[in-house]
């Protein structure tokens, strides 16, 4: 009969905890970004824009078959992605209104883990009511959303002030890659991340 020794024993631990660990730093170096598109050119327009209110509503292609959907009403955006228009209406960041006028810029970074996308980090502007221009409108402030990504809901994770955090991009991917996963929507409270600014207290605002 085979027997392993106290000595082997301790040699086949020892090779197991070394292949694990440098398994879990392969899939730490599988992280990465791909960005996509949400410009008006690159997605397709549902229906026509509102003529009482502008309001609009148009899905772009994100990654690993996702779509993004934004709808902007009353100068405000919801920012939401799903397998299918329907399915990115329905999560929970589709129901996410920012009281401020607010917009969201066109490049998505998709934070993945090999070729699945796990988190999606976008840059938004969020008027500050307390910061006019000469008009009289509010200035707005730049601010990152992490958000989590099927399978699992969609919700926001992380806000990232951009004016008051130089290094807001690392930050919204240490976030991204630290959060997301686990993020439980609905239950976890969304995390503010660095310094706080003027961007994000207008944003959290209820």
Not at 22 to 27: E, N, Q
Not at 76 to 94: F, L, M, Q, T, W
Not at 150 to 158: E, L
């Amino acid at each position: 009969m085979f027997r392993i020794t106290t000595a082997g024993l301790a040699i086949l631990l020892l090779a197991m905890l070394l292949m694990c660990s440098g398994l879990d730093r392969a899939d730490a170096r599988s992280v990465g970004s791909q960005y996509t598109s949400t410009a008006p050119k690159d997605c397709r327009q549902i229906g026509k824009p509102s003529e009482l209110d502008g309001s609009t509503t148009r899905v772009c292609k994100g990654k690993d078959g996702l779509v993004v959907l934004i709808a902007e009403d009353d100068l405000r955006e919801i920012v939401s992605v799903g397998r299918n228009r329907e399915a990115a209406a329905e999560e929970p960041a589709a129901k996410v209104w920012f009281a401020p006028f607010n917009s969201s810029e066109t490049t998505v970074e998709w934070r993945t883990a090999g070729a699945k996308p796990f988190a999606m980090i976008q840059r938004w502007h969020i008027a500050d009511g307390t910061d006019p221009d000469k008009h009289g409108r509010p200035n707005t402030k730049a601010m990152l959303i992490v958000t989590r990504l099927p399978p699992g809901p969609v919700c926001h994770v992380a806000y990232v002030d951009a004016i008051a955090n130089p290094n807001a991009n690392e930050l919204a991917r240490k976030a991204a890659d630290e959060f997301a996963r686990s993020f439980t929507c609905g239950k976890d409270e969304v995390k503010i991340i660095g310094a706080r600014g003027r961007a994000v207290e207008p944003a959290t605002m209820r």
